[in-house]
């Protein structure tokens, strides 16, 4: 039976498998949990510190899903910036987004949204340094960066 993945609630410590069929909205909820990790949010349910793009693995099967899930993440972080600073246009769909609407609101004041945005930005700037593979890539990745050790 499958279960519903609530972005805002899902635990972020240890590794997470995300598996559903084309067009469910993969990408949609890997961008969501990535703002999560960069923004270290989630009370008991989140990672123990703040994390950025370089730490964070993200496995997928093809060298076009890796430059989307790069691309849409990135925007999905400028767009939260934008969002917690008040900076959306009247027209900009993304704010009447219950995602980023609900997240930003379980920051109470200001100067946490503030310090937020800030976070965001600094991801989004950073994220050619994201470790968005396929398997392939991450396997011969880890060989290169560990040959010695793997003997």
Not at 55 to 65: C, H
Request: aromatic content about 8%; charged content about 25%; some cysteine.
């Amino acid at each position: 039976m499958s279960q519903l993945l609530d972005p805002l609630a899902f635990p972020l410590h240890g590794s997470r498998l995300i598996e559903a069929s084309a067009g469910t909205g993969k990408t949609w909820t890997i961008a969501a949990l990535y703002l999560r990790l960069v923004l270290g949010h989630g009370g008991d349910a989140a990672f123990v510190r703040p994390l950025l793009p370089s730490d964070i693995l993200v496995m997928t099967f093809t060298r076009a899903a890796t430059r989307e899930l790069s691309n849409r993440v990135r925007e999905r972080l400028v767009q939260a910036a934008a969002y917690f600073r008040g900076e959306l246009g009247h027209d900009d769909p993304a704010r009447k987004d219950p995602y980023l609407r609900d997240l930003a609101a379980s920051y109470a004041d200001d100067s946490a949204r503030v310090v937020a945005a800030h976070r965001l930005v600094l991801a989004a700037e950073t994220m050619d340094e994201a470790a968005i593979f396929t398997i392939d890539a991450w396997c011969q990745r880890m060989l290169r960066e560990h040959a010695f050790d793997s003997g």
